[in-house]
């Protein structure tokens, strides 16, 4: 299994950026997908979850601090997980990273399930949003 981030950079506040979490390795099929960040000093903070493919209903949910600003969707071959940041904040910054989780069913994702969920990370892309 393995998950592998790429698109974080910098941006002015304000801007726009798109990760990706690449998955291979894996029958991604029966995995939910999470995204994380971490600032300098801070706790790394769940940010967002996407239920597994195989789950008859497809759900995501968000932070409270990234609803309506972040959204996270799949590609159309399923083995990407696209991070997509819009209005972002220098308060955004941080280390991203993405994990997965046997999932099989949507209901993994009804509420942000909590890190120690996840098996299986990347090792991550740097954002760095100035003001």
């Known amino acids: 299994l393995q998950l592998a981030e790429s698109g974080g950079g910098w941006v002015q506040a304000g801007g726009s950026l798109r990760l990706s979490c690449a998955t291979s390795?894996?029958?991604?099929?029966?995995?939910?997908i999470g995204w994380f960040r971490q600032a300098p000093g801070k706790e790394r903070e769940e940010l967002s979850c996407?239920?597994?493919?195989?789950?008859?209903?497809?759900?995501?949910t968000y932070a409270d601090s990234v609803a309506g600003r972040f959204t996270v969707s799949r590609d159309a071959a399923e083995t990407t997980v696209y991070l997509q940041m819009n209005s972002l904040k220098p308060e955004d910054s941080g280390h991203y990273s993405c994990?997965?989780?046997?999932?099989?069913?949507?209901?993994?994702?009804?509420?942000?399930?909590?890190?120690?969920?996840?098996?299986?990370w990347g090792l991550g892309t740097s954002v760095t949003v100035s003001s």
């Open positions: 390795g894996f029958r991604v099929e029966h995995y939910a």
């Open positions: 996407i239920s597994s493919i195989s789950s008859i209903t497809r759900a995501t």
């Open positions: 994990a997965a989780a046997w999932a099989p069913t949507s209901d993994f994702c009804a509420v942000l399930p909590g890190e120690w969920r996840y098996a299986t």
